[in-house]
């Protein structure tokens, strides 16, 4: 089955600086990627996805890569805010396959005013 | 619309009593999902259902978790001889299998076992 690891566990970032997420999976057959943001207490919500016919995707302050023949996708935050703060999941799957998502273990992100 | 609803929101019972969780998928949706979070952890897969498929039940931990969905309605999961390490956060998510293939999470059912 897919396994995906996803680093760091924890980061801490100065408000208005780059955050980079980065998750690698095994399966090659895999190609829907999407990032879910979980805030303290509240459900995961999705923030970007992708798939694997596209290498790169933005959405205002937020950007997400792909690596196709590395197995890897990335999530880039740029110019952070104190609300950016969150536990970041990336996951994995095949779109229209009976297939569930695969999630990573999740990113503690810190924003510091 | 409606999103999808859990319930109990909450629910402590006693080590070993057996608890039923409900989950309300949004309309239409045909795959369901259960995850289970323990406090500061990441989401634990337990069980997928697609439609009229069988059941994905490679992340059920143990013969004490159980799920049932009627169709593409409610889904029920069942933990019998609650033990404490069942403490945690049980989520349902549903989401379309057509794309847009977005999860949507409910907000969870908080299990604490005493």
């Known amino acids: 089955g897919e396994n995906v690891e996803q680093h760091p566990s924890t980061l801490s970032v100065q408000e208005g600086d780059s955050a980079v997420i980065k998750c690698t999976y095994s399966?090659?057959?895999?190609?829907?990627f999407p990032w879910y943001k979980q805030e303290l207490g509240k459900r995961p919500q999705l923030i970007i996805d992708?798939?694997?016919?596209?290498g790169e995707k933005k959405d205002q302050r937020i950007a997400v890569t792909l690596n196709k023949t590395a197995k890897h996708f990335s999530l880039h935050i740029t110019e952070t805010q104190p609300e950016d703060s969150a536990v970041y999941f990336c996951?994995?799957?095949?779109?229209?396959?009976?297939?569930?998502?695969?999630f990573g273990s999740g990113t503690q992100l810190t924003v510091l005013p | 619309g409606a999103g999808v609803s859990q319930s109990p929101s909450n629910k402590v019972t006693e080590k070993g009593k057996d608890v039923e969780l409900r989950c309300d998928p949004i309309?239409?949706?045909?795959?369901l999902y259960w995850y289970r979070q323990r406090l500061g952890q990441g989401l634990e897969f337990l069980i997928y259902?697609?439609?009229?498929?069988?059941?994905?039940k490679s992340g059920l931990p143990s013969d004490r978790f159980s799920a049932e969905r009627t169709g593409e309605s409610v889904s029920t999961l069942t933990i019998q001889r609650t033990q404490q390490e069942d403490s945690a956060v049980y989520l349902c998510?549903?989401?379309?299998?057509?794309?847009?293939?977005?999860?949507?999470f409910g907000p969870g059912t908080r299990l604490t076992v005493t």
């Open positions: 259902f697609q439609g009229n498929s069988a059941p994905d």
């Open positions: 399966d090659s057959a895999s190609n829907y």
């Open positions: 998510a549903s989401s379309l299998t057509v794309g847009p293939y977005e999860q949507y």
């Open positions: 996951a994995a799957s095949i779109v229209g396959s009976a297939r569930q998502l695969t």
């Open positions: 309309s239409g949706h045909t795959a």
């Open positions: 992708i798939r694997s016919n596209v």
